[in-house]
């Protein structure tokens, strides 16, 4: 089968648009501008995708600055970018990850380590066919925000919650028009919080604090529009990442290390939750 973006209408003017099973992005579009959350890794071209659904202007939130999330940002040059400043230069660190130092190696090293487990439908050679040739630079502006900060769209407020754990500068973005939280890794089925050096339980903390933040809110979200393996999942499973993560940490749940697929750590799980919490890789 050849490797296609899936484009899902998930409410009114909202769409999920996932980078062939790897990743997902979403699109909401106000009534004067529209709002891309994420951006793919940069395999394929979004931009085409996104200009078949909307003419609005674009501007790119970003959930955090892992290349996953920011790598398409090349695809719209003329787009305002936000993001959480407690994440710059965070993709710079990631690029002892790519076997040549480039974004392309990062690219390569994703799908052949993800797509056999995310995608199985689609070959390896024909995902690696769609990483651009020309190597654009991973080189961004942004706009900061912070907590509280809201963007309108015209008739459509998205509100910024900061959502530190799987990047100190991670951030979800709240559509109570819609009801969808857009959680990028902060809330999906399978958490990553890196291994903490001896073990340390400052990072558990710090997530704790996040889904307990995330919780208080829970009256203006009915779902989690989430970055990878799904696309919307009910609000739930936030109230399990707190319960999990209190269990964690008064002792009442221990979890054990495995190997599995492309992750390597400590893992714990709790009704819909999955919480690696001293990742290695
Ligand atoms: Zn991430």
Redesign the pocket.
Known sequence: MKPQHNVIEIAPRSWCISEYKLVNAFLIEGETTAALIDTGCGIGNIAQVVKSLTDKPIVILLT?N?F??NGGLYHFPQSEVYMHPADDGLWQSMMKMSPDGSYNGLRSFYIKSRGAVRCPEYKVEDLLALIPRDNPSPEFQYTAVNHGDKIDLGGRILTVIHTPG??EGGVCYLDENSGILFS??TVNNSI?LMRQPDNDTVLIKRYHDTVKKLWEEEKSYTALAI?HDGTVIPKQIVKDYLDLTTGLLNGTITGEYKETGFRKGDVANLGMAELWYQCDA
């Open positions: 955090h892992h996953d999330h799987h990047t990028g890794d990553i970055g």
